[in-house]
T-cell receptor, first 114, second 109 residues
Framework: DTAVSQTPKYLVTQMGNDKSIKCEQN?????MYWYKQDSKKFLKIMFS???????INETVPNRFSPKSPDKAHLNLHINSLELGDSAVYFC?????????????FGPGTRLTVT | SQQGEEDPQALSIQEGENATMNCSYK?????LQWYRQNSGRGLVHLIL?????REKHSGRLRVTLDTSKKSSSLLITASRAADTASYFC?????????FGTGTRLKVLA
């Protein structure tokens, strides 16, 4: 069974469009995250949710809106896509917040904006 | 930026050799973690070392931590082609993890 799953794996779209990425974890973890990995492989935290509540928003443009309908799901909606949004987006989860335990990552969603 | 630094940025070795990569970080920590990322995949947790530990082993992996120097090293012994990947260190921040810049390891068969 996949621990952290994301859909879609690839997303190719044009500038100005709106798109969503879905994430689900079946580990029973309390905390979920979205990361952006750029072409140089830098991994940057975007959002962190704990029990469906937003606890971190790392100065991400408000075109990005995460939503957590329950603690097993964390979706990411992006409005008015820009070229600079092209990257790989990873969802992750951990048992509790605060970096005390390991994180489990999804396979990533490669977003290409043309 | 809080991001940690890893060196080298890239490392190419022959199968059977040992690979060492280093991580420096900026703040006080209670643990440090290492992750591996194979090409096109998500990160996989390798090992966690707590601030009161100096060394930890897991199979062919050996991790050291020097909190006075704010640095850690990951040693992979007897490397295999399957070890080819990017390796990241991560330190806990406030409700988040801070990842290093990564070391790209290539093991040549």
């Amino acid at each position: 069974d996949t621990a952290v799953s994301q859909t879609p794996k690839y997303l190719v779209t044009q500038m100005g469009n709106d798109k969503s990425i879905k994430c689900e974890q079946n580990l029973g973890h309390d905390t979920m995250y979205w990361y952006k990995q750029d072409s140089k492989k830098f991994l940057k935290i975007m959002f962190s949710y704990n029990n469906k509540e937003l606890i971190i928003n790392e100065t991400v443009p408000n075109r990005f809106s995460p939503k957590s309908p329950d603690k097993a799901h964390l979706n990411l909606h992006i409005n008015s896509l820009e070229l600079g949004d092209s990257a790989v987006y990873f969802c992750a989860s951990s048992q509790v917040r605060g970096g005390l335990y390991e994180q489990y990552f999804g396979p990533g969603t490669r977003l290409t904006v043309t | 930026s809080q991001q940690g630094e890893e060196d080298p940025q890239a490392l190419s070795i022959q199968e059977g050799e040992n690979a060492t990569m280093n991580c420096s970080y900026k703040t006080s920590i209670n643990n440090l973690q290492w992750y591996r990322q194979n090409s096109g995949r998500g990160l996989v947790h390798l090992i966690l070392i707590r601030s009161n530990e100096r060394e930890k082993h897991s199979g062919r992996l050996r991790v050291t931590l020097d909190t006075s120097k704010k640095s850690s090293s990951l040693l992979i012994t007897a490397s295999r082609a399957a070890d080819t990947a990017s390796y990241f260190c991560a330190t806990p921040g406030t409700y988040k993890y801070i990842f290093g810049t990564g070391t790209r390891l290539k093991v040549l068969a």
